[in-house]
């Protein structure tokens, strides 16, 4: 069975930084894009980053010039790197990874979600 484990989340000031990754794990041949989406109380989940696996990349205009989404596909893995967050970006962080491939099926999987503050 596939999973997707986050981790990295935590408490910050506003102006720090944070390095979010993301793990897929269990039967795996390829996946097409990975990403990271963000869903604040009271708000509808939101995409920040995707990166496909040839690296293409595409960003929330919010947080181009200062996140950056990477990939290792060797690992099955996805990194966020966030600097200069801002308090408004407080929120649970879920991983994405579409159309997963085990050999058998193909799906899209969602990450538990890690919580990021920022603090003012």
């Known amino acids: 069975q596939v999973q997707l484990v986050e981790s990295g989340g935590g408490l910050v000031q506003a102006g720090g930084s944070l390095r979010l990754s993301c793990a897929a794990s269990?039967?795996?041949?390829?996946?097409?894009?990975m990403g990271w989406y963000r869903q604040a109380p009271g708000k509808q989940r939101e995409l920040v980053a995707v990166i496909t696996s040839g690296g293409s990349t595409n960003y929330a205009d919010s947080v181009k010039g200062r996140f950056t989404i990477s990939r290792d596909n060797a690992k099955n893995t996805v990194y966020l790197q966030m600097n200069s967050l801002k308090p408004e970006e407080t929120a649970v962080y879920f991983c994405?990874?579409?159309?997963?491939?085990?050999?058998?099926?193909?799906?899209?999987?969602w990450g538990q979600g890690t919580q990021v503050t920022v603090s003012s």
């Open positions: 269990g039967r795996i041949f390829s996946i097409n894009a």
């Open positions: 994405h990874a579409e159309q997963i491939f085990t050999g058998a099926t193909w799906g899209d999987y």
